[in-house]
């Protein structure tokens, strides 16, 4: 089985923009949930799917907005980029409550 | 407190036990997972414990848990310098809740 797949590995934006993130979990997974790594503050949730609805959100601002497909691959948007931003940010796929399995990540840095 | 606590860096010569300790918060956790980072890559999930259990072993890898004082362990048996690595523990509440994480450095 392929894994969970993340594109793209990186991005560059600068203030301002937005950007959009892509990720296709395994095969018969249907829960994606969004996690963002940075230095400072580690690993974070951000939120989760599961048959195209938020099942779960973490503690972010409102420009963090995510969708899911009918394919169970998922999106995450950040709209007006900040330079705290700048992290991994990560997908995990899961089948059942007790395993999420990773995909490579997003390094998304913004200038 | 609120936070998953880990120490930060562990030392160890190739061949070596290597024993990386986790703190957690909640009680009522039903699984404790440990991952592995390499240098720019995603987490690997290594293994995880359901919270009624004391120990889990699989392969070079066996983890302890102590519920009372709400501890977990993780022991890699003979490390090698291939395992460098950052290994996260992490419970579940809804979401995955990680700890800073473990920098582990093999020296050869």
């Known amino acids: 089985k392929a894994g969970v797949t993340q594109t793209p590995r990186y991005l560059i934006k600068t203030r301002g923009q937005q950007v959009t993130l892509s990720c296709s979990p395994i095969s018969g997974h249907r829960s994606v949930s969004w996690y963002q790594q940075t230095p400072g503050q580690g690993l974070q949730f951000l939120f989760e799917?599961?048959?195209?609805?938020?099942?779960n959100k973490g503690n972010f601002p409102g420009r963090f907005s995510g969708r899911q497909f009918s394919n169970s691959r998922s999106e995450m948007n950040v709209s007006t980029l900040e330079l705290g931003d700048s992290a991994l940010y990560l997908c995990?796929?899961?089948?059942?409550?007790?395993?999420?399995?990773f995909g490579p990540g997003t390094r998304l840095t913004v200038l | 407190g609120e936070d998953v606590e880990q120490s930060l860096f562990l030392s160890v010569r190739e061949g070596d036990s290597s024993v990386i300790n986790c703190t957690y918060t909640d009680s009522s956790s039903t699984y404790l997972y440990w991952y592995k980072q390499e240098p720019g890559a995603g987490l690997q999930l290594l293994t995880y414990?359901?919270?009624?259990?004391d120990m889990k072993q699989d392969q070079r890898l066996t983890v302890l848990l102590n519920k009372k004082d709400k501890h977990l362990s993780l022991r890699i048996a003979d490390t090698q310098t291939g395992d460098s690595a950052i290994y996260f523990c992490?419970?579940?509440?809804?979401?995955?809740?990680f700890g800073q994480g473990t920098e582990l450095s093999v020296k050869p």
């Open positions: 414990i359901f919270s009624n259990m």
């Open positions: 799917y599961f048959s195209e609805t938020q099942r």
């Open positions: 995990a796929s899961s089948s059942s409550y007790n395993e999420q399995f």
């Open positions: 992490a419970e579940i509440r809804g979401k995955l809740i």
